[in-house]
């Protein structure tokens, strides 16, 4: 247990289907991330929010709908993905933006 | 441009040997520098930070030149469990941003065999 908790640890969804991905700490950090992470590809950050706001949105595509309310709650809303999005999703807290970071075990995600 | 470049492997070595990976990173404003390490199907686990100075946690030194924007990680008398994907990971500023973010290297992997 790292002390990020993500669920589920894995997901299987049509395209026409809306999930959510949940992260949570209790670590008393304040960033929070979303990473993608596909095969042979590094890892892609999607999202950052720090002290609950979002901070960053590195161009991901409106399918993916982030909720952060509060410092250890972190969603990912997931409405009409494409094949290509399945992946591993790793979600990772840090005491401030860019410091050290605590990853989750990630949801493992089947998009068909 | 890719900010953070690694050799991805894999990289195949015996019990005992000495194994040294390197990362090349774009941006010479980049502020600080780790190394983390990816089990199969796990989440990246952070290994050790880099220093200027160069830094050592037992078997394993990493070291980082910033003239020539260059970490390395060093393995000495490597183990079975040593067998995982190394990520070589960058802190810099975001773009547009006055916090900073980490850039990942896509992972070296390195298997050791007995």
């Known amino acids: 247990e790292t002390g990020v908790t993500q669920t589920p640890r894995h997901l299987v969804m049509g395209m026409t289907n809306k999930k959510s991905l949940k992260c949570e700490q209790h670590?008393?950090?304040?960033?929070m991330y979303w990473y993608k992470q596909s095969a042979k590809k590094p890892l892609e950050l999607m999202f950052v929010?720090?002290?609950?706001?979002?901070?960053e949105n590195n161009s991901v595509p409106s399918r993916f709908s982030p909720e952060c309310p509060n410092s250890s709650h972190l969603f990912l809303h997931l409405h009409t993905l494409q094949p290509e999005d399945s992946a591993l999703y790793l979600c990772?807290?840090?005491?401030?933006?860019?410091?050290?970071?605590?990853f989750g075990s990630g949801t493992r995600l089947t998009v068909v | 441009r890719k900010e953070v470049e690694q050799d991805p492997g894999p990289f195949n070595v015996p019990e005992g040997a000495t194994v040294a990976f390197n990362c090349t990173y774009s941006?010479?404003?980049?502020?600080?520098f780790f190394w983390y390490r990816q089990d199969c199907r796990k989440e990246p686990k952070l290994l050790m930070s880099?220093?200027?100075s160069g830094n050592e946690d037992g078997r394993f030194t990493a070291q980082l030149n910033r003239a020539s924007q260059y970490i390395s990680l060093l393995i000495r008398d490597s183990k079975l469990s040593d067998s995982a994907t190394y990520l070589c990971?960058?802190?810099?500023?975001?773009?547009?941003?006055?916090?900073?973010?980490?850039?990942f290297g896509r992972g070296t992997q390195l298997t050791v065999w007995p």
């Open positions: 929010y720090n002290f609950k706001e979002q901070t």
């Open positions: 990772a807290s840090s005491p401030r933006q860019g410091g050290g970071y605590t």
């Open positions: 990971v960058v802190n810099e500023r975001g773009r547009g941003s006055t916090l900073g973010r980490l850039y």
């Open positions: 941006n010479s404003a980049s502020q600080s």
């Open positions: 670590l008393g950090h304040n960033a």
């Open positions: 880099v220093y200027s």
